[in-house]
């Protein structure tokens, strides 16, 4: 049935400015757009948005669906301000298959300013296991009880990309794991039952609805054991309400490769991790860190090793997706991206790119990749990293605006679990920068990146992204029009998605 959306102003997203009152659709997709005079003669039906804004349906171009579910339906460490106040949130948790797993604390915002430590852990839980992630997801904490489970003492051997902390001066475990050295603890944890994982989406995307996406790029096949455990719970729980771009993890990237996908769920580029992160000081830059003249961060992979997973990528004509926060990584990337360019019609991505240089900056955008930003690190990441970074480095930090001037495409992403998945939150980040404010966006520059841009980095740019004749009808509406000034107090008033009410918000 060919149904009008009127009442409203609808941002297309297609050019600065452009906008129109009326929209047409049918079967799930946009048919015209223009005057409600224009159209009404054409439409069977007519919906009234009663008077408020259109934005083509937000994407978050970076997050870990099933993690931010999790997050959601437990306790969240990230508000503890104090190891005390952490350890009162832990106690109350109740465990799951015998376990307790929490995440979120950081310990840049602990008054102690320090991670909690295993005997803390011990005191309140010695006969069960607990675990607690960093909020940046590159570390955790595990106490005494999960150790054993573990079958780790003090005798277990380093881990090749990643940090087992230990107490200074001595061989005793502190039970801190960083990188890749957490897969010793996380590979005991139970395995959560495909049902287990569904319902998980399912909440996670009611969320996500309520945020004002409709649609998510997500990381999240080689977490939860045999990549058909998360992907079956995906399959069950997307039906028509959210479009998922699942990432595939380089582990299990060449099992995926028969994977088929359909409107709501489709299959992007192998990803892979380069380093760490900044806050828990292993990412890895090419000159020290300045709060911890020792450290240079994690390489995660050796060169040989990123170049054999980017020959298996070329092998199948696929993008790679790589998380590099500090410049050494981006480095190593970009040159082996310049040995292997992206084969035709397909696309990299940088995630994240927190820590530049001018010449790293020149040679991304000869490469023709796209970046995926996650404009709420800088005010997650703002005031300490200048203490960790030291003022000259901030000239090519989080600097959206400068690679956009280099004509580098970019998308905008939460990184949720780590970071709220709020998108408005997102693009008022992007807009409003205290800390950087050369490094702002205009308005239409930080929607893009959650619309036009998302849609790009997945090559969907002829389906998603822009409210345009032959695009899907997935929309997200607002009480009035983004700008740097109303994105402090507008809020989500509908989403729509393949032409039907996915959430509204209440009266």
């Known amino acids: 049935m060919k149904t009008l959306l009127k009442d409203a102003t609808f941002v297309t997203m297609t050019e600065p400015g452009h906008q129109v009152e009326s929209v047409l659709i049918e079967d799930g997709k946009i048919i015209a757009t223009g005057s409600y005079q224009e159209l009404k003669a054409l439409a ?104 054993e489970l573990a079958g780790i003492d003090e005798e277990v051997e380093e881990i090749a990309g990643g940090v087992i902390g230990r107490v200074p001066g ?21 395995e959560l039952s ?19 996406l409709t649609g998510g790029h997500s990381e999240d096949m080689a977490y939860y054991g045999a990549y058909t455990n998360p992907l079956s719970a995906y399959r069950n729980a997307l039906g028509t309400s959210f479009r998922a771009h699942l990432l595939r993890h380089h582990q299990v990237f060449e099992e995926m490769i028969h994977e088929t996908g359909d409107d709501f769920l489709s299959f992007g580029c192998m990803k892979i991790f380069m380093d760490g992160s900044l806050g828990g000081h292993t990412a890895w830059l090419s000159e020290a860190y300045s709060d911890e003249p020792e450290l240079q961060g994690v390489a995660i992979h050796t060169k040989d090793a990123f170049e054999s997973m980017l020959k298996t990528a070329r092998s199948h004509d696929a993008g790679i997706a790589v998380h590099v926060i500090g410049d050494k990584a981006t480095e190593q990337v970009v040159e082996l991206l310049e040995a292997y360019p992206a084969p035709k019609g397909t696309m990299d ?39 960790r970074l030291g003022e000259e480095r901030l000239d090519y930090a989080y600097a959206w ?21 709020d998108p408005l939150l997102g693009i008022q980040a ?8 050369h490094q702002e966006l205009s308005a239409f520059e930080a929607i893009s990146l959650y619309t036009t841009g998302a849609a790009r980095i997945a090559g969907q740019q002829d389906r998603f992204g822009q409210i345009a004749p032959g695009f899907s009808a997935d ?18 008033e509908a989403v729509i998605v393949n032409g039907e009410t996915v959430y509204r918000k209440e009266q």
């Open 44 to 147: 069977e039906e007519e919906r009234s948005l009663e008077g408020k804004v259109v934005y083509p349906g937000l994407i978050d171009s970076h997050m870990h669906l099933i993690g931010h579910g999790q997050k959601i339906l437990s306790a969240d460490l990230s508000i503890c301000t104090s190891i005390r106040e952490l350890l009162d949130v832990v106690s109350t948790a109740s465990p799951v298959s015998g376990w307790i797993v929490l995440e979120g604390w950081n310990d840049n915002t602990l008054m102690e300013q320090r991670p909690p430590l295993r005997e803390e852990l011990d005191a309140i839980y010695p006969d069960i296991p607990v675990v607690l992630k960093r909020i940046c997801r590159h570390a955790l904490l595990a106490n005494s009880k999960a150790l």
């Open 170 to 190: 001595t061989n005793r475990l502190n039970g801190l794991f960083y990188d890749e050295a957490q897969q010793v603890i996380t590979k005991a944890i139970p």
């Open 194 to 212: 495909i049902d287990d994982l569904t319902y998980i989406i399912k909440e996670s995307i009611k969320n996500l609805h309520s945020l004002g």
């Open 349 to 387: 991505r940088l995630i994240h790119v927190n820590v530049l240089s001018e010449n790293l900056v020149n040679r991304i955008a000869k490469l023709g990749v796209m970046c995926d930003i996650q404009p709420m690190f800088v005010p997650s990441d703002f005031p300490w990293v200048r203490e």
């Open 401 to 421: 605006k400068t690679l956009l001037e280099n004509g580098i495409g970019l998308a905008g992403g939460s990184d949720a679990p780590i970071e709220t998945a």
């Open 430 to 437: 992007a807009m409003n920068n205290p800390y950087l404010p």
């Open 475 to 492: 929309f997200t509406v607002v009480s009035e029009e983004i700008t740097k000034e109303s994105i402090v107090h507008l809020t989500i």
